[in-house]
């Protein structure tokens, strides 16, 4: 049972998930504003329920389990909707992959340094590609539905391409910090 409001907000955001992913069933432009309003509101809470946890002082297994989850999800779901619908070019599938790609190595690193008793904090630079893949993402998902004077879809995959740049940068340095731990016990 979900029984904090970091943990409900947590949940919130996988339950927005099939909402966002049935908007692209539908035509017009509205269903895009729509993704965009629930995807942004889903960022949101991603963001509250950290500072709430952190404020309030309750951290919960639940939260630590379900927080990164919701998150990848979240990216997943958007990511694969807008490569199979067509709302991004042949060549930005390319970000996209990486990003999904570094979700997994990161969170199988996770996995194994939990299991060996060492912690893989976030880093600044991981921060900043978070942000600018949440930018990223309701751009992408607005896409024609902008305004002429906005061009949001070349806006969008620019960001996305910077997205994924981060994401080798930071997947390669969480790799690089967790070598020694990954190669074993000296001897």
Same mark, same amino acid.
């Given at each position: 049972? $979900?029984?904090?409001?970091?943990?409900?907000?947590?949940?919130?955001?996988?339950?927005?998930?099939?909402?966002?992913?049935?908007?692209?069933?539908?035509?017009?432009?509205?269903?895009?504003?729509?993704?965009?309003?629930?995807?942004?509101?889903?960022?949101?809470?991603?963001?509250?329920?950290?500072?709430?946890?952190?404020?309030?002082?309750?951290? +919960?297994?639940?939260?630590?389990?379900?927080?990164?989850?919701?998150?990848?999800?979240?990216?997943?779901?958007?990511? &694969?909707?807008?490569?199979?619908?067509?709302? $991004?070019?042949?060549? +930005?599938? &390319?970000?996209?992959?990486?990003?999904?790609?570094?979700?997994?190595? $990161?969170? /199988? &690193?996770?996995?194994?340094?939990?299991?060996?008793?060492?912690?893989?904090?976030? +880093?600044?630079?991981?921060?900043?590609? *978070?942000?600018?893949?949440? *930018?990223?993402?309701?751009?992408?998902?607005?896409?024609?539905?902008?305004?002429?004077?906005?061009?949001?879809? *070349?806006? /969008?995959?620019?960001?996305?391409?910077?997205?994924?740049?981060? *994401?080798?940068?930071?997947?390669?340095?969480? &790799?690089?910090?967790?070598?020694?731990?990954?190669?074993?016990?000296?001897?």
């Amino acid at each position: 049972m $979900v029984t904090s409001l970091p943990n409900l907000l947590t949940a919130s955001r996988i339950v927005t998930i099939p909402l966002i992913v049935a908007t692209f069933y539908v035509d017009g432009d509205g269903a895009r504003w729509l993704a965009c309003f629930l995807f942004v509101a889903a960022a949101i809470t991603d963001f509250f329920d950290g500072y709430v946890a952190r404020r309030r002082n309750i951290v +919960s297994s639940l939260g630590r389990f379900l927080d990164p989850i919701a998150d990848k999800l979240l990216v997943a779901a958007i990511l &694969l909707m807008l490569a199979a619908f067509e709302r $991004v070019s042949q060549v +930005s599938i &390319l970000p996209a992959l990486v990003i999904l790609l570094r979700e997994i190595l $990161v969170s /199988g &690193l996770r996995e194994f340094l939990a299991e060996v008793k060492v912690g893989m904090p976030v +880093s600044r630079l991981a921060k900043w590609k *978070t942000g600018i893949q949440m *930018t990223a993402l309701p751009t992408l998902l607005v896409g024609k539905a902008a305004p002429v004077w906005i061009p949001a879809q *070349t806006l /969008g995959e620019i960001l996305l391409w910077g997205a994924a740049a981060l *994401t080798l940068i930071t997947g390669w340095d969480y &790799l690089r910090a967790s070598f020694n731990h990954l190669r074993g016990p000296a001897g």
